[in-house]
């Protein structure tokens, strides 16, 4: 199983981007990284997706080193309701669930 | 996109009786869907693997009989919290993933049932 660090918490302010950098050392062949967002007592919302290089949606942004051991998550120009868990997961894009194991997640506060 | 639907977003109800969370996919069919646990200030932590037309699959120290887990059709499966106790109050949640996509495709989460036992 791959697992993933992130950093526990990050700052920022309305406006500003904001890269959020997941390591994930082990991460196999076959393996995707993809990035979910978490409100308070809602259920993950599925922002990205990628194997590597770039992928870039109406949201965010990542990019994959070639090595694919980290990536990062880019949220561009982020507001108050940014203000989330931001979980980074490496597994298979099919199949079991059983190997998307979620770590503890990256606490984004955006301030005023 | 995927939508999967949760059902019913919280519930309270007193000590020993059973519960039943309900979870659908909307626009696809799930063969195979998720359910998490979340404690607070905590991760999702995976408690089994429901299977359409046939028994779930549970994570390590997870009771199944505690956790009942019926998956009928391909776009229902429930999950049952039997002879519920306080401990079991937390937040659930149900996932899955489309079927057929050639590349793939990432889980799509429910909005999560808010569990609280008195």
């Known amino acids: 199983l791959a697992k993933t660090t992130q950093p526990i918490s990050m700052d920022s302010y309305e406006g500003q981007e904001v890269n959020i950098t997941c390591s994930h050392n082990?991460?196999?062949?076959?393996?995707?990284i993809t990035w979910y967002q978490q409100f308070p007592s809602q259920g993950p919302r599925f922002i990205i997706q990628?194997?590597?290089t770039k992928v870039t949606n109406e949201v965010a942004s990542l990019f994959i080193p070639a090595d694919r051991k980290s990536s990062t998550l880019s949220l561009p120009r982020v507001s108050l309701s940014d203000t989330a868990v931001y979980y980074c997961?490496?597994?298979?894009?099919?199949?079991?669930?059983?190997?998307?194991?979620f770590g503890s997640g990256t606490q984004l506060t955006v301030l005023p | 996109g995927a939508v999967v639907s949760q059902h019913p977003s919280w519930v309270i109800c007193k000590s020993g009786t059973s519960v039943k969370i309900e979870c659908r996919s909307l626009?696809?069919?799930?063969?195979?869907m998720f359910w998490y646990r979340q404690f607070p200030k905590q991760s999702l932590m995976l408690m089994a693997t429901?299977?359409?037309?046939?028994?779930?699959?549970?994570e390590q120290g997870v009771e199944k009989d505690k956790f009942l887990i019926n998956h009928a059709s391909l776009t229902l499966s429930t999950l049952t919290v039997t002879s519920a106790h306080p401990e079991d109050s937390s937040f659930y949640i149900c996932?899955?993933?489309?079927?057929?996509?050639?590349?793939?495709?990432?889980?799509?989460f429910g909005n999560g049932t808010r569990l609280t036992v008195t």
């Open positions: 996932s899955a993933r489309e079927g057929g996509v050639s590349q793939g495709s990432p889980l799509h």
């Open positions: 082990n991460i196999a062949t076959n393996d995707y």
């Open positions: 990628g194997y590597k």
């Open positions: 997961l490496v597994g298979r894009s099919s199949g079991s669930a059983r190997q998307l194991t």
């Open positions: 626009d696809f069919q799930a063969t195979t």
């Open positions: 429901s299977n359409e037309g046939s028994k779930a699959t549970y």
